[in-house]
């Protein structure tokens, strides 16, 4: 067995043994709510990387050994000092260990049973690949159909540049049981339930009023509220302030854009609402479990023949069905640099991309358009190896639509699940039944879930450090409103209109950043594949990602940097 696979091995037995009645948000105040190894952003006064206030390079045929052996140096010292970080416990909610039948975690694309419950022997040979880290084990894993779990061993991958995926941890997430995980599956019924209604119509709609009645008489749900109450306002927004200005969706999903010599409008292929011949999937027992056995897909969403701009959860799940992983940070960021908006006042060239403070340079391959646009890219792919790490060795959380099938054989009495009551007997729930003849939770997607656990959320943790970048590079205090008028889409989604709101005047860069992350983020929930906690503790994990990846560049600039300033999705500033 190598030293790695045995680290695996130990390391599970760790979560395992974690003590099931851990308190998730108590973990995360301890860590002041983000992933805990957000301490690597600068606060446990890491030893310099560079001795000189800039990375001297003077590159010929005579010194080129003394250029690599100051290379040597930095990697050095910047392994040393991922290295010196510390590695946090990763805790479970104790949900594997507490249910025999593995109730609570992601077993898609295993055989179950009639009910739904997974076959032990096909979860146990799951547990022992991912215990003993072989490639050889993963083959071994039984599967009930044709569908392969998505790239488990990615979580085992290493980084040559920030902090290691072993070494930042989330959670606990809610457990199977608690009002936490009910409260998240009442929200998602609504989102199934409101899917074709816009955004802009959550006022007065008679649904989002019921929803937000419901959600803010449960026990215990944390999205957003003012004075105490769900709103609809507040409704599926993110926790940020920035969520709760302005339009739902961000400026940067309407605004037009140019790649290059092309100019594309974010008009989007969306899906036929219901009343159109649309479908919502796996709403009945039968669909529901060939899905569950990995014997999906059941259908396929029929296009709507005109592209149109984002208008409710429906067309947002289309976005974030198919979307490149970093494209809405990648959009936004193109957009900024077209449209003037200053950076940041770090940036040791100046405040924008036309003028410099140098009298001889502006920026290109460092503090420039193409560090910013690949660095998007960059990060992208060491998030998605932090989560998955997450996913598949410390949580294997359930998904929504496992949880759906649990509360529908509850419902129809076939079996007993210690569910909250606060699921149970939701009006979301009820509405359901009405509509479908079944409890199961409707999906956008024909597929469902994607073949791997829900907590962390790859598209959210993606989100939370491309964002961050984003914020890091561009001035995040900077008012939108100065260089462009703020919109919304019209009711058919064919055209933009103005927003009217009083609040148009606090939309700031930083703000529709922390935004889109959360459409990209809760549109996943949208379409009844991610939870709430998903979205909120992804974000946080993304960004102590990308910190990380700032500061070990930093380190290899030749200017003299004073850092990146910018605010962190708990509110707070900090300086890479």
């Given at each position: 067995m190598s030293y790695r696979a045995k680290a695996k091995k130990d390391q599970s037995q760790t979560d395992l043994e974690s003590p099931a009645n851990t308190s998730r948000r108590a973990f995360l105040g301890t860590f002041s709510g983000v992933a805990a190894a957000a301490m690597a952003a600068g606060a446990i006064g890491l030893e310099p990387l560079i001795d000189t206030k800039s990375a001297v390079a003077h590159a010929s045929d005579n010194d080129s050994g003394e250029r690599a052996e100051q290379s040597f140096k930095i990697r050095l010292k910047a392994a040393r000092n991922e290295r010196n970080l510390p590695t946090p416990l990763h805790l479970t909610n104790g949900d594997e260990a507490l249910y025999p039948n593995r109730i609570g975690n992601f077993c898609k694309g295993l055989p179950h049973n009639g009910l739904g419950l997974v076959d032990p022997g096909a979860y146990q040979s799951l547990l022992d690949a991912l215990a003993s880290g072989e490639p050889e084990d993963f083959e071994r894993i039984s599967m009930g159909g044709n569908v392969g779990l998505v790239n488990p061993q990615s979580g085992l991958a290493?980084?040559?540049?920030?902090?290691?995926?072993?070494?930042?941890?989330?959670?606990?997430?809610?457990?199977?049981?608690?009002?936490?995980?009910?409260?998240?599956?009442?929200?998602?019924?609504?989102m199934a339930l409101l899917r074709d209604v816009n955004f802009t119509r959550y006022n007065g709609d008679p649904l989002a009023l019921q929803a937000s009645d419901e959600l803010s008489r449960l026990s215990d749900f944390r999205g957003p509220k003012v004075g105490g109450r769900v709103t609809p306002q507040t409704l599926f927004r993110g926790f940020t302030p920035g969520d709760l200005a302005g339009p739902y969706v961000s400026q940067f999903l309407f605004k037009t854009v140019d790649f290059g010599a092309v100019t594309v409008p974010q008009k989007y292929n969306t899906y036929l609402p219901l009343s159109n011949g649309g479908t919502d999937y796996m709403t009945h027992a039968d669909?529901?479990?060939?899905?569950?056995?990995?014997?999906?897909?059941?259908?396929?969403?029929?296009?709507?023949?005109?592209?149109?701009?984002?208008?409710?959860?429906?067309?947002?799940?289309?976005?974030?069905?198919?979307?490149?992983?970093?494209?809405?940070?990648?959009?936004?960021a193109l957009w900024l640099m077209g449209n003037g908006a200053p950076l940041n006042p770090g940036n040791p060239y100046g405040s924008n991309f036309l003028t410099s403070k140098s009298r001889t340079q502006v920026g290109f391959g460092t503090f420039g358009n193409p560090h910013i646009a690949a660095l998007l890219a960059e990060v992208a792919t060491r998030a998605l190896k932090a989560v998955w790490y997450e996913k598949w060795f410390v949580h294997r959380t359930v998904r929504p639509e496992e949880f759906g099938g649990l509360v529908h054989f509850t419902r129809t009495g076939e079996a007993s699940h210690p569910l909250h009551p606060d699921i149970l007997n939701s009006r979301a729930v009820d509405l359901v039944f009405q509509r479908n003849g079944a409890y199961m939770m409707p999906h956008a997607f024909p597929e469902g879930c994607p073949q791997h656990p829900a907590y962390g959320a790859g598209h959210a943790t993606v989100a939370g450090a491309c964002a961050t970048l984003v914020k890091a590079f561009f001035d995040d205090s900077f008012v939108l409103s100065q260089i462009t008028d703020i919109v919304q889409a019209s009711d058919d989604g064919l055209s933009l209109v103005s927003y009217t709101g009083s609040d148009a005047g606090q939309i700031t860069?930083?703000?529709?950043?922390?935004?889109?992350?959360?459409?990209?983020?809760?549109?996943?929930?949208?379409?009844?594949?991610?939870?709430?906690?998903?979205?909120?503790?992804?974000?946080?994990?993304?960004?102590?990602?990308?910190?990380?990846?700032?500061?070990?560049?930093?380190?290899?600039?030749?200017?003299?940097?004073?850092?990146?300033?910018?605010?962190k999705f708990d509110g707070t500033k900090i300086t890479v």
């Open positions: 290493f980084d040559l540049e920030g902090t290691d995926s072993h070494q930042l941890a989330m959670g606990p997430p809610p457990a199977v049981a608690s009002a936490e995980r009910a409260g998240e599956a009442v929200e998602d019924y609504w669909s529901w479990l060939a899905v569950q056995n990995g014997t999906g897909p059941f259908g396929r969403n029929r296009i709507d023949p005109t592209p149109r701009y984002i208008r409710n959860g429906r067309d947002l799940s289309a976005y974030v069905h198919i979307d490149v992983l970093f494209q809405a940070y990648f959009v936004a860069v930083g703000g529709e950043m922390n935004k889109i992350a959360a459409n990209v983020g809760i549109g996943r929930n949208h379409a009844a594949v991610h939870w709430r906690s998903d979205y909120a503790d992804s974000l946080v994990l993304g960004e102590a990602v990308a910190i990380s990846i700032l500061r070990d560049q930093r380190a290899t600039y030749n200017e003299q940097f004073s850092g990146f300033t910018f605010t």
